[in-house]
């Protein structure tokens, strides 16, 4: 029903910037509630960043002052701006959505549905 497809990570150097991309497709994007996950070596995966349907955002506050997520409904398209990147940053990067009949921001890995397959990003020191 829905395809997520994430793309842009990559090894930086700590302080450097990269910017995440997910293509969506399937139902309506506008009706989507997103968000980004991410499972770093040795840990369970964990919320990043979500983003409403009328684009209300949340971070986690490790990432809150240094992260941007983003929406493009026109072209489905979800993205996230990372900037003064660490190297406990370094984590396999996915995007996530769910069909909502209401705007809302999603926290918890349960109540999403869709996933991308996952973007590396490897920060070093």
Known sequence: QV???ES???????GGSLTLSCAASGRTFSNYV???????PGKEREFVAGISWSGETDYIGSVRDRFTISRDN???MLKLQMNSLKPEDTAVYYCAAVYETRTRILRTE???????QGTQVTVSS
Do not use: D, I, T
Not at 110 to 116: D, L, N, P, T, V
């Open 8 to 14: 842009g990570g990559g090894l930086v150097q700590a």
């Open 110 to 116: 349960s109540e999403y549905e869709y996933w991308g």
């Open 74 to 76: 026109a072209r489905k």
């Open 34 to 40: 997103l968000g980004w996950f991410r499972r770093a």
């Open 3 to 5: 395809r997520l497809v």
